[in-house]
């Protein structure tokens, strides 16, 4: 698995406590038309009281781009088609295909996120570990 950050197109401030049908009319509602985000499920950690686990799908338009953020989570992320490049702070900036993994730890702050293609759309599967209620992401100015 490679070291490296974390990507969501979303400069979002909520909480994914709530269900998956909510969620998606919340990240609609973002100024980044350049991604859809599916939730999948969230959980409470069974052996962390006050955490939870959010699953969902990203699909980067063609030349998506994402905001310098940060997520005070571990994230993990799994391509599925086409190809993302991410970087955080102080890291390489490393190209993803399908069937490669990202990780994000929860002080690193993603500088670059986007979608190497033009013409085709990508779509990776994120998992995120964090205190439950916190949100998802937090730009980053």
Not at 61 to 78: C, E, K, L, S
Not at 91 to 109: A, C, I, N, R
Not at 110 to 123: E, M, W
């Amino acid at each position: 698995m490679r070291k490296t950050a974390w990507l969501l197109p979303l400069a979002l401030s909520m909480s994914l406590s709530f269900t998956p049908a909510l969620a998606s009319r919340a990240l609609a509602a973002d100024h980044h038309q350049n991604a859809k985000i599916t939730p999948l499920v969230t959980k409470d950690l069974v052996k962390g009281p006050g955490g939870e686990i959010t699953m969902m799908t990203v699909e980067y338009q063609p030349g998506g781009v994402d905001p310098i953020h940060t997520h005070n989570a571990q994230a993990f992320v799994y391509v599925l088609e086409g190809t993302i490049v991410m970087q955080v702070k102080g890291g390489p900036e490393v190209t993803l295909t399908p069937g490669q993994t990202f990780y994000e730890g929860p002080d690193d702050v993603h500088v670059v996120g986007r979608n190497a293609s033009k013409t085709k759309p990508a779509r990776f599967v994120v998992m995120l570990i964090k205190e439950k209620g916190a949100p998802l992401l937090t730009p980053v100015q």
